[in-house]
């Protein structure tokens, strides 16, 4: 139900952009967000944003990253620069959200992302 894409071979200092199309059949969401995890580490929130627009970012990317959202075709968008090697992991776009059989929470499937020193 959530298509991500956008990942790929980059040098350090390099950018990329990822996308997560959310399916027409998921709505009312709430947060969309971004996490990563990279070999042999926990999962961590990358940057989050809800409905109304705020955001909340992790430390380590700060000023390097945007995450932005388009409502009206379900898309959540992370723009990545001055990208460096410890961004190097698996991306997954996450939502919640309420619908009428409740609470939810969907994940993508994931995109690899490698920074090159």
Known sequence: QLQASGGGLVQAGGS???SCAAS???????????YRQAPGKQRELVAAITSGGS??????VK?????SRD???NTVYL???SLKPEDTAVYYCNVE???????YNYWGQGTQVTVSS
């Open 16 to 18: 990329l952009r990822l």
């Open 24 to 34: 027409g059949s998921i709505f009312n969401i709430n947060s969309m967000a971004w």
């Open 55 to 60: 955001t909340n970012y992790a430390d380590s």
């Open 63 to 67: 000023g390097r990253f945007t995450i």
């Open 71 to 73: 409502n009206a075709k």
């Open 79 to 81: 723009q990545m620069n």
């Open 97 to 103: 959200g309420v619908m009428y059989f409740g609470k």
